[in-house]
Structures are given as structure tokens and as C-alpha cells.
Nanobody, 124 residues
Framework: VQLVESGGGLVQPGGSLRLSCTAS????????MGWFRQVPGKGREREGV?????????DYADSVKGRFTISRDNAKNMVYLQMNSLKPEDTAVYYC?????????????????WGQGTQVTVSS
């Protein structure tokens, strides 16, 4: 299983970014996909941002509800995270992950495979 994130970068507060995650070695529509973020050097565990489940249901962290949208393209085996109205506190490395058991969760320890991450920086 391999996951590759892309789409990160530097954006001003209030701006938008769309992150992409390309999966290989696994069919994403058959399991749970999640986006997480972590601030390097802060010693905190990865924070669950959003997840999408086999039937298409989604979950979001309270901090991103109404601003972020997760989606999936089964034909391309890709997952996206559309991030709008970005704030400085959204600055972090964002990771894509797979929970092969299909659990409905945003708990990072339930996820089995991870990408390498993509940096998102929100700053003026």
C-alpha cells in the first residue's frame, strides 16, 4: 500500500487549498480514508481532520467543520481535502491515511497506512 499526498503550500489567511492523496495497492472505496495533521516539533499526536467511509459518509473535526470538505474519486483511487477559509492555526503537515478495517473513526491509532505528508502554511 502506498499513499502520496500533494497540493500543500503557502496561502494567506482566508485562502483555499485542495490536497490530493493518490493510493496504490488498495481500493479506497472499500475502506475508510482519513486526513490528519500534525505540527512538527510540538510533541502532539496527529489530529484527525476528516474521514470518509465506504458508503460515502463523512466526519469532520469541530475545528474544520464548514470550511473543509473531503471527497473521493473511486475511478482514480484518489481522496481530496478541499480547504477553504484557511486560518493560521491550520498550519501543519497534512497526512492521508487508510484504515483497512473500515472503522468509522478519526482516531489516528486506528489507521494502518500513512503517506509522507504535505506541508500547509497559512500566513500573511
Amino acid at each position: 500500500v502506498q499513499l502520496v499526498e500533494s497540493g500543500g503550500g503557502l496561502v494567506q489567511p482566508g485562502g483555499s487549498l485542495r490536497l490530493s492523496c493518490t493510493a496504490s495497492g488498495f481500493i479506497i472505496s472499500s475502506t475508510t480514508m482519513g486526513w490528519f495533521r500534525q505540527v512538527p516539533g510540538k510533541g502532539r499526536e496527529r489530529e484527525g481532520v476528516s474521514s470518509i467511509y465506504t458508503e460515502g459518509g463523512t466526519d469532520y473535526a469541530d475545528s474544520v467543520k464548514g470550511r473543509f470538505t473531503i471527497s473521493r474519486d473511486n475511478a482514480k483511487n484518489m481522496v481530496y481535502l478541499q480547504m477553504n477559509s484557511l486560518k493560521p492555526e491550520d498550519t501543519a503537515v497534512y497526512y492521508c491515511a487508510i484504515d483497512i478495517h473500515g472503522t468509522r473513526t478519526l482516531a489516528f491509532h486506528e489507521y494502518d497506512y500513512w503517506g509522507q505528508g504535505t506541508q500547509v502554511t497559512v500566513s500573511s
